[in-house]
């Protein structure tokens, strides 16, 4: 049974940094497909960065790109969002999620619950 467990969400000044936690069971990392998405208040669901299963390639949406790195331990299962410069525009419920990789993006079947991040004064 797939499960995703996020954590590490907040409230954060713009400008500062936050790190998330994605904990995953179920299925081996190394051998996934795997991403962060967002969702904002009235907004549709938007991709951040996938880790494409067949040969690891990384793809950021171009907002985080220089702010956010995503990194995994296979070992411990687990996935990492650093997230860097936070913005307000950053502001979302983000979701940990797995799928597959096809015509360039990310398509995701499992994800988690989430995790709120606020970045306001």
């Known amino acids: 049974q797939v499960q995703l467990v996020e954590s590490g969400g907040g409230l954060v000044q713009p400008g500062g940094s936050l790190r998330l936690t994605c904990s995953a069971s179920g299925f081996t990392l190394d051998y996934a497909t795997i991403g962060w998405f967002r969702q904002a208040p009235g907004k549709a669901r938007e991709g951040v960065v996938c880790?494409?299963?067949?040969?690891?390639?990384?793809y950021y949406i171009d907002s985080v790109k220089g702010r956010f790195t995503i990194s995994r331990d296979n070992h411990q299962n687990t996935v990492y969002l650093q997230m860097n410069s936070l913005k307000p525009d950053d502001t979302a419920v983000y979701y940990c999620?797995?799928?597959?990789?096809?015509?360039?993006?990310?398509?995701?079947?499992?994800w988690g619950s989430g995790t709120q991040l606020t970045a306001s004064f």
């Open positions: 880790i494409r299963r067949s040969d690891g390639k990384i």
């Open positions: 999620a797995t799928g597959t990789f096809s015509d360039n993006y990310c398509n995701y079947d499992y």
